[in-house]
């Protein structure tokens, strides 16, 4: 991985945490700030109800913070969603979109997803950018043509490469504890890197490929040491302190050996 692509680990709690989930946050600030996560860099995305809270708790501190999804607009009578503009003022520096729960569940295009992208640059905030493949699409062998399709759809024109990241997330991966192998895994991150750098001409080395699908302490060293996989995006195991931050502790490990 070229320097600088610094990895990132981020964790995408989805719809979990009460107020009482703070104090997992404060473990995962705590152990970040007492090295047990490596050299990559760390970013929460609590539900929106937790983001202010966690912010202030981790203010000054290693880790950053985003939202889970966006509003198009700025604000207005848009009752229930919650704008790129109000995460960035909640303390988010990231925002997620096209996350194929999202897709499925609110029927969110590629269209709507690019106007979400747009809509976290527009606010400020880097986005990470989910796509990836259903397992009837995989089987079908059309897993490569989905996220292409997917990219070419949902990436603004104008996006700055260094304000982007895209997450790989098999649909079939995500909870089910079962991932692709390290060489499919492999594959689609070089593909997409060759995507990129068709969309982006010149700039794609920049950008930042996560996988994500059942990422846990067990399989993190073997899937983020893969080329063209710089870190993931967790979900189930971004809960628990322990487990996020072994995941993270990967990269340390990996520099510890290549530095001798
Ligand atoms: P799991 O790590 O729980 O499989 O979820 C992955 C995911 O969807 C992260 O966005």
Same mark, same amino acid.
């Given at each position: 991985?070229?320097?600088?692509?610094?990895? #990132?680990? @981020? !964790?995408?709690?989805?719809?979990?945490?009460? /107020?009482?989930?703070? =104090? &997992?946050?404060? +473990?995962?600030?705590?152990?970040?700030?007492?090295?047990?996560?490596?050299?990559?860099?760390?970013?929460?995305?609590?539900?929106?109800?937790?983001?202010?809270?966690?912010?202030?708790?981790?203010?000054?501190?290693?880790?950053?913070?985003?939202?889970?999804?966006?509003?198009?607009?700025?604000?207005?009578?848009?009752?229930?969603?919650?704008?790129?503009?109000?995460?960035?003022?909640?303390?988010?520096?990231?925002?997620?979109?096209?996350?194929?729960?999202?897709?499925?569940?609110?029927?969110?295009?590629?269209?709507?997803?690019?106007?979400?992208?747009?809509?976290? #640059?527009? @606010? !400020?905030?880097?986005?990470?950018?989910?796509? /990836?493949?259903?397992? =009837? &699409?995989?089987? +079908?062998?059309?897993?490569?043509?989905?996220?292409?399709?997917?990219?070419?759809?949902?990436?603004?024109?104008?996006?700055?490469?260094?304000?982007?990241?895209?997450?790989?997330?098999?649909?079939?991966?995500?909870?089910?504890?079962?991932?692709?192998?390290?060489?499919?895994?492999?594959?689609?991150?070089?593909?997409?890197?060759?995507?990129?750098?068709?969309?982006?001409?010149?700039?794609?080395?920049?950008?930042?490929?996560?996988?994500?699908?059942?990422?846990?302490?067990?399989?993190?060293?073997?899937?983020?040491?893969?080329?063209?996989?710089?870190?993931?995006?967790?979900?189930?195991?971004?809960?628990?302190?322990?487990?996020?931050?072994?995941?993270?502790?990967?990269?340390? +490990?990996?520099?510890?050996?290549?530095?001798?």
């Amino acid at each position: 991985m070229p320097d600088r692509r610094r990895p #990132l680990v @981020a !964790g995408n709690w989805k719809m979990n945490g009460l /107020g009482a989930s703070l =104090a &997992e946050i404060a +473990a995962i600030r705590d152990g970040v700030a007492a090295g047990r996560a490596g050299s990559a860099e760390i970013v929460l995305c609590p539900p929106a109800t937790l983001l202010m809270a966690a912010a202030e708790l981790c203010e000054g501190g290693p880790i950053g913070f985003g939202g889970q999804d966006c509003g198009v607009e700025a604000s207005g009578a848009h009752t229930g969603d919650i704008s790129a503009e109000m995460l960035k003022d909640a303390g988010a520096a990231y925002v997620i979109v096209g996350h194929s729960e999202r897709r499925a569940d609110h029927g969110e295009t590629d269209s709507l997803v690019r106007a979400k992208a747009a809509a976290g #640059l527009r @606010a !400020g905030l880097s986005v990470i950018l989910c796509v /990836g493949e259903t397992r =009837a &699409e995989r089987e +079908a062998g059309e897993a490569m043509s989905k996220v292409s399709g997917q990219l070419a759809q949902s990436l603004p024109a104008d996006v700055p490469a260094t304000r982007l990241v895209i997450a790989y997330e098999p649909v079939w991966a995500i909870g089910s504890g079962v991932t692709p192998t390290p060489q499919d895994v492999a594959a689609m991150h070089g593909f997409l890197r060759e995507r990129l750098e068709h969309q982006l001409p010149g700039k794609a080395a920049i950008v930042r490929i996560l996988y994500g699908g059942s990422v846990k302490p067990a399989n993190a060293a073997e899937l983020l040491g893969l080329p063209d996989v710089d870190g993931a995006l967790v979900g189930g195991a971004s809960l628990k302190a322990t487990e996020f931050l072994q995941i993270a502790h990967v990269y340390q +490990a990996s520099e510890v050996t290549s530095s001798g």
